[in-house]
Nanobody, 127 residues
Framework: VQLQASGGGLVQAGGSLRLSCAAS????????MGWFRQAPGKEREFVSA????????????DYSDSVKGRFTTSRDNARNTVYLQMNGLKPEDTAVYYC?????????????????WGQGTLVTVSS
């Protein structure tokens, strides 16, 4: 599985960005795509995830408390792409954002549960 993340950039506080993560390869019919971020000097932290159940054609979103209400994760099945819409950005959102795939669909908030990672895209929020 290969993941290609894009959409990062520089934005002022209060602004918006949309990150994209396109997946290619064998992901199976049910999997989770998550977003994590890592700020300088800090550990990688969970941001959001969308758990997809292919046979039932359903998905469930999960968000960290720090982004809930500001960030929204969605997916385009036809493009096998997941988006992270980030609104109301704050300087503390500055980080490298990574998308990742969890093939087992469990422990979706834990980075160690993810099998494949994208290259990361930098988001910088100025005050």
């Amino acid at each position: 599985v290969q993941l290609q993340a894009s959409g990062g950039g520089l934005v002022q506080a209060g602004g918006s960005l949309r990150l994209s993560c396109a997946a290619s390869g064998r992901t199976g019919r049910s999997y989770t795509m998550g977003w994590f971020r890592q700020a300088p000097g800090k550990e990688r932290e969970f941001v959001s995830a969308i758990r997809w159940n292919g046979p039932w054609n359903t998905s469930v979103n999960d968000y960290s408390d720090s982004v809930k209400g500001r960030f929204t994760t969605s997916r385009d099945n036809a493009r096998n792409t997941v988006y992270l819409q980030m609104n109301g950005l704050k300087p503390e959102d500055t980080a490298v954002y990574y998308c990742a795939v969890n093939l087992a669909n469990y422990h979706i908030r834990s980075a160690t549960s993810y099998n494949y990672w994208g290259q990361g895209t930098l988001v910088t929020v100025s005050s």
